[in-house]
DNA sequence: AGCGACAAAATGTTCAATCATTAAATATTA
DNA sequence: TAATATTTAATGATTGAACATTTTGTCGCT
């Protein structure tokens, strides 16, 4: 007999979410653009409910928005890392991961992107930087020098112009990391890590992307070994 | 006038995926369980359109399955990569990122995870790799070869024992590379390639971590390099 | 010009019914 | 008896119609 392939037989909304994907991804559908919800069912020849539940996908995969009321409907986004970062954090959530899964990979990710800054930071990046590391050294109060912290290290992220690199680090970065431990309590604490992170900011700015990067590992590995973090 | 906050009024279908999305996520709800969907409209006190949709989010963000017919329902899952494999790859192609953007990506994992892997590599693991590099030694055509190579890359990544960074090296690591250069047509690419990644495994087997590291450094850079992969 | 009432247009929600698919139970037949 | 066909039951998939809510536009009055 011949050979029989599997028969898929796809459901309907499942069809219409990879036509409006498609549409979206490829450009054919602009974002900004406005789809209206019933035109859809007319078209595509499906039920409201079914013509809902494609939407319900794309809304949770973050390419459209919606807007109630006169003039709303369903908006065609521009793809950004929000909801990369949502998958990432239930992924992280689903596995469980120990902080040290999580500290081990910021281990990895800060100095590759410390040493892309080196090299592509433009005027606009290190004024960017050099202005977050000097409200670093202003903060007083813990909270203050947490938050000024994580920007700088999302402006470190950024200024390595490696979208890819940056979304992922923007996840699971300080900003997933330092709510967790608490530190920075301490005085001297925050006082190493303005002098750590200022060497690594020096090196980016001259451009060395081979010292960026072993600063950036040397200071992440102190931080990690005086959270006790990193436990082999 | 006393201070108003915004008062936000949930839709029905949001707050009962969240609901199950953290029993899920918390246990309540175990991997495999079977979640029936008339049950929940009658527990919900919502209508079944709204209950559908509330299972559509879940379904997109991994957290269930659907069977249909007698015994069928929704089928609690045990988070894996392949969401997070979606997202990423929905991330990659909505920002059209250039392959240069993968490309080094890619060289900042791969070393980093066969460090790793020489760090934790067990037995099995050991085995796995060997196997693989064997069948990569043995293989006479290209897309055998291309298939080959990029088994043994995840189980390279799997021997790191870091589940965030072996997920995140399975999407953007050479399965997402390969299928787009091409090359291995060239035998004596092959060749190198595999001499290269003997070497890696030898350090790997060597608990040899750094050296682990500057070999599958060296490898993925001359790769990119012979591919034109890295603009600057 | 500005305020207010109303209308219009869109998504959100509900309800009831039916269709389609699957698995189990039962009947049939070689 | 064992394989096979049929029926039954459970469950998601789909439909259609109505009503609710939210937002915006419009008209009219002062």
């Given at each position: 007999?011949?050979?029989?392939?599997?028969?898929?037989?796809?459901?309907?909304?499942?069809?219409?979410?990879?036509?409006?994907?498609?549409?979206?991804?490829?450009?054919?559908?602009?974002?900004?653009?406005?789809?209206?919800?019933?035109?859809?069912?007319?078209?595509?020849?499906?039920?409201?409910?079914?013509?809902?539940?494609a939407?319900?996908?794309?809304?949770?995969?973050?390419?459209?928005s919606?807007?109630?009321?006169?003039?709303?409907?369903?908006?065609?986004?521009?793809?950004?890392?929000?909801?990369?970062?949502?998958?990432?954090?239930?992924?992280?959530?689903?596995?469980?991961?120990?902080?040290s899964?999580?500290?081990?990979?910021?281990?990895?990710?800060?100095?590759?992107?410390?040493?892309?800054?080196?090299?592509?930071?433009?005027?606009?990046?290190?004024?960017?930087?050099?202005?977050?590391?000097?409200?670093?050294?202003?903060?007083t109060?813990?909270?203050?020098?947490?938050?000024?912290?994580?920007?700088?290290?999302?402006?470190?992220?950024r200024?390595?112009?490696n979208?890819?690199?940056?979304?992922?680090?923007?996840?699971?970065?300080?900003?997933?990391?330092?709510?967790?431990?608490?530190?920075?309590a301490?005085?001297?604490?925050?006082?190493?890590?303005?002098?750590?992170e200022?060497?690594?900011?020096?090196?980016?700015?001259?451009?060395?992307?081979?010292?960026?990067?072993?600063?950036?590992?040397?200071?992440?590995?102190?931080?990690?070994?005086?959270?006790?973090?990193?436990?082999?």
């Open positions: 007999m011949a050979e029989i392939a599997r028969v898929e037989t796809r459901k309907g909304f499942e069809a219409l979410a990879e036509q409006l994907r498609n549409q979206i991804l490829d450009g054919t559908i602009t974002p900004g653009q406005v789809i209206n919800e019933r035109e859809i069912v007319e078209k595509s020849g499906l039920s409201r409910g079914s013509v809902r539940e939407f319900r996908e794309l809304e949770t995969q973050g390419l459209v919606t807007r109630r009321g006169r003039n709303g409907g369903r908006v065609a986004l521009q793809l950004d890392g929000d909801i990369l970062r949502r998958s990432l954090d239930l992924f992280i959530r689903g596995q469980q991961a120990p902080l899964v999580l500290a081990e990979s910021l281990q990895v990710f800060a100095p590759a992107l410390a040493g892309l800054a080196a090299l592509r930071r433009t005027a606009e990046d290190i004024a960017e930087m050099s202005e977050l590391h000097a409200r670093l050294e202003r903060a109060d813990p909270g203050r020098f947490v938050r000024a912290n994580i920007q700088w290290h999302l402006a470190v992220a200024a390595g112009h979208p890819l690199l940056a979304a992922i680090y923007q996840v699971i970065g300080p900003d997933l990391l330092t709510p967790r431990v608490g530190g920075f301490d005085r001297d604490v925050r006082t190493a890590t303005i002098r750590a200022g060497l690594v900011l020096d090196a980016i700015i001259a451009g060395d992307a081979p010292l960026a990067r072993r600063r950036m590992e040397k200071h992440i590995v102190a931080y990690n070994d005086r959270h006790g973090l990193i436990a082999d």
